[in-house]
């Protein structure tokens, strides 16, 4: 899972860093919110980790203009003021939790832990796609009826996105941005990847949006 901290205070960001890394987190560090809004255009993330009063527009100013752009990646705010304002002003921007200073990072795992597990699922070890189904997101394995089903690697790539948003329509744009990164496939490559799929897990489980992208469903 990979994590975007928005925290301009050195020591302190690379400190969770470090705690986030050790506990199987890929953890980018922005320094300013400009640097963050960057970073969220150029990649995707899993979760937004943000400190309010950075340098630039406050991180609560940030989280709202990802939001007006569509961009529903769940958040977490950080920071030393404790007034009931502030708490309302982080939610009201958009947050789906608020940790305030100082906090051990015991409490800061915790939180993430629960947050990625509401919006994503289980997300310590095993995705379970349907009955029999099981997709393993640290070693990108996907069993079928106890079975290791082979796929190559940009597909597991692929189901692992799908399994990490799903019931959530996911445009083209955003599915060659995860997948494929450096190239831009044609729409005839991206069909015969994601039929390879169904032919493993069912066709049920992938819809096409049409014009717009997929849709990995909730069954």
């Not at 020591?11 to 960057?38: G, H, K």
């Not at 009955?131 to 393993?136: S, Y």
Request: charge should be negative.
């Amino acid at each position: 899972m990979k994590i975007l901290l928005l925290e301009d205070d050195q020591m302190l960001a690379e400190t969770i860093q470090e705690e986030l890394e050790e506990n199987n987190y890929e953890c980018i560090i922005a320094r300013t919110s400009a640097d963050a809004l960057d970073r969220s255009y150029e990649q995707k993330f899993d979760l937004y980790l943000l400190d309010i009063n950075v340098p630039g527009i406050k991180g609560t100013t940030l989280l709202k203009e990802l939001r007006t752009s569509g961009d529903n990646t769940p958040a977490i705010f950080i920071t030393s003021q404790g007034e009931e304002s502030s708490v309302l002003e982080g939610y009201q921007s958009g947050a789906d939790d608020y940790i305030r200073k100082p906090f051990t990072l015991a409490e800061m795992l915790v939180r993430i832990k629960a947050l990625l597990r509401r919006v994503y699922g289980d997300i310590e070890g095993v995705f379970e796609i349907g009955k029999g189904i099981l997709f393993h997101l640290h070693s990108l394995e996907l069993s079928v009826d106890g079975e290791i089903q082979h796929l190559p690697k940009l597909e597991r790539v692929l189901l692992a996105f799908f399994c990490k948003n799903r019931g959530r329509v996911l445009s083209k744009d955003e599915i060659i941005q995860e997948v494929w990164a450096d190239r831009y496939p044609s729409d005839t490559v991206i069909r015969v990847h994601i039929k390879n799929i169904k032919k493993l897990i069912g066709a049920e489980y992938i819809k096409n949006i049409k014009g717009i992208g997929y849709r990995f469903e909730k069954l």
